[in-house]
């Protein structure tokens, strides 16, 4: 007697990933299933999953959460992806850093609470590869009118000085200001320098009457705000 259908492991391999996420959810994925569909087909001599293995073992941390710190080139010098792959890979990661800032746009953050502040910016910045320094200039309900990258490389005197800041701040016209750059490490835990050049930038804000409400440092998944862990007070 001839059977209807055929099991999933009788299936060609290259195919078990779609029959899976028809039958189970997409959420009973493994991260190289799920890089299979994406890349829908393998290279020469192996097929999507073996070609999604693979390229696994190839991310930095050998994790799917890799394609965060991947370029072009980088996914491009892995055997088998080449052009098209290594774009529509780029294209998914940008997708989830989208999808991670939610809804809520950035001129509808009313700049009260530092968590709502991290979680908007964490998609971005917690996978850069070098520091990133932004400046949130508020207006005077504290709601964000722009978002300005004042400087990359490092949060330093020489590329986030209180001149550089408040050049920038009295350009576009702030009410307030806030700081915020990644620390690529992971751990956002302030140092000395990071101490030092925020209490500089708030004892420049008072003198000119644009207040820093805040300096925000974003890790992997986690954040600091000075001003919470009371390394300075909020202008009266």
């Known amino acids: 007697m001839e059977k209807d259908s055929i099991t999933m492991k009788e299936m060609p391999e290259s195919e078990q990933p779609y029959e899976k996420c028809e039958k189970y959810g997409a959420h009973c994925l493994s991260d190289s299933e799920l890089l299979a569909v994406i890349l829908r087909t393998g290279s020469r001599g192996e097929c999507s999953t073996e070609l999604a293995r693979r390229l696994l073992q190839k991310l930095p941390g050998k994790t799917i959460t890799g394609l965060f710190h991947s370029s072009l080139e980088q996914l491009r010098e892995i055997k088998g992806i080449g052009r098209v792959k290594a774009i529509q890979l780029l294209c998914l990661t940008e997708i989830a850093k989208r999808m991670l800032k939610g809804r809520k746009q950035l001129e509808e953050l009313i700049c009260e609470e530092p968590a709502q502040i991290a979680a908007y910016f964490m998609p971005s910045m917690r996978f850069l590869e070098t520091e990133q320094v932004r400046l949130l200039v508020l207006n005077g309900r504290h709601a964000v009118v722009n978002n300005l990258v004042i400087s990359n490389g490092s949060f330093n005197s020489a590329l986030a000085s209180p001149r550089e800041v ?42 000119i009457g644009i207040p820093l409400l805040d300096h925000i440092i974003i890790g992997d998944n986690r954040y600091i705000s000075v001003r919470e862990s009371g390394y300075f007070s909020t202008p009266e």
């Open 166 to 207: 408040f050049y920038y701040a009295l350009k576009h016209k702030a009410v307030a200001i806030i700081l915020l750059h990644n620390h690529p490490s992971g751990d956002p835990s302030p140092s000395r320098e990071d101490l030092l050049l925020t209490k500089r930038i708030a004892e420049t804000g008072k003198l």
